[in-house]
């Protein structure tokens, strides 16, 4: 099976999200493509479903909601995030995936 795609670059780790909005809560539900994926318990309306991940994604590593960046995907269910303050080891220790 293959793992999260998770790179380092300019000091940030990156790594790309399936989000899938409107789900009864949020929760990581595994791995698609290399990709992570999230479902949200937000709509895909007004950036809510945006918001709801930015602050499941800080939660889970443990930073602040201004170390997350949406870099791109920004009105796509596919999203490239970027995230200060972090490693790649960690991230995939904390969302249990192995890397590619």
């Known amino acids: 099976m293959a793992g999260l795609d998770v790179k380092q670059s300019d000091g940030?780790?990156?790594f790309r999200v399936k989000v899938v909005p409107?789900?009864?809560r949020t929760a990581v539900r595994g791995l698609l493509d290399g990709?992570?994926?999230v479902k949200v318990a937000a709509a895909a309306e007004k950036g809510k479903a945006n918001?709801?991940?930015i602050v499941f994604v800080a939660k889970e590593l443990g930073v602040k909601?201004?170390?997350i960046e949406i870099v791109k995907g920004n009105t796509n269910p596919v999203k490239q995030l970027a995230v200060d303050g972090v490693s790649v080891e960690y991230v995939i220790g904390k969302f249990g995936v192995d890397r590619r």
Request: with cysteine; net charge positive; charged share 35%.
């Open 22 to 24: 409107g789900s009864s």
């Open 12 to 14: 940030r780790v990156v």
């Open 65 to 67: 909601k201004k170390a």
């Open 51 to 53: 918001d709801c991940l």
């Open 35 to 37: 990709m992570l994926k």
